[in-house]
């Protein structure tokens, strides 16, 4: 019996191993500067009640779910409880900040979680009140773009 030969085995090797799929670098930092730029934007749209800048931030399929408020499924259904939101002349929308606590972004690079607390001020009768509040943006890329999917906020109230 012949002994194999060790040229033909590596060159083997290097075959196989070569064929395989190089794992793909994902650049977190990156992802996470893109994802707090589209927030910085979001608060400003939301500062200037900007419905029509508001919903280019969410996926056509998107979720927003708002304390005390029904599930708002889709981009139409969104825009209606934005716009309502915006009605309300409780709220000053133009005080309204956002401070980005944390961002996680998925080892395959494609989903990101943004997590953020807020600040805005509410009239109430003779007074105006400060309302802090939490929330979540899950974010997907939709047609090589970051889009919110799901939104999930609400007051500490």
């Known amino acids: 019996m012949e002994k194999p030969n060790f040229l033909f085995i590596s060159l083997v090797f290097l075959a196989v191993t070569a064929c395989q799929p190089k794992p793909v670098e994902i650049d ?62 409780t709220t000053l929308f133009n005080t309204f900040k956002t401070k980005v606590e944390k961002i996680d972004v998925a080892e395959s690079g494609d989903l990101v979680i943004a997590r953020y607390s807020f600040i805005l001020q509410v009239k109430l009768l003779d007074k105006v009140m400060d309302v802090r509040g939490k929330g979540l943006d899950i974010f997907k890329k939709v047609n090589g773009d970051w889009k919110c999917y799901i939104t999930i906020y609400n007051t500490d109230m």
């Open 28 to 89: 977190t930092k990156a992802i996470s500067d893109e994802i707090t730029n589209i927030e910085v934007q979001w608060t400003a749209a939301n500062q200037a009640m900007d419905v029509d800048k508001c919903m280019s931030f969410y996926a056509s399929d998107a979720t927003l779910m708002n304390q005390g408020e029904p599930v708002a499924f889709g981009i139409e259904s969104i825009q209606k409880a934005t716009e309502t939101s915006f009605a309300d002349s």
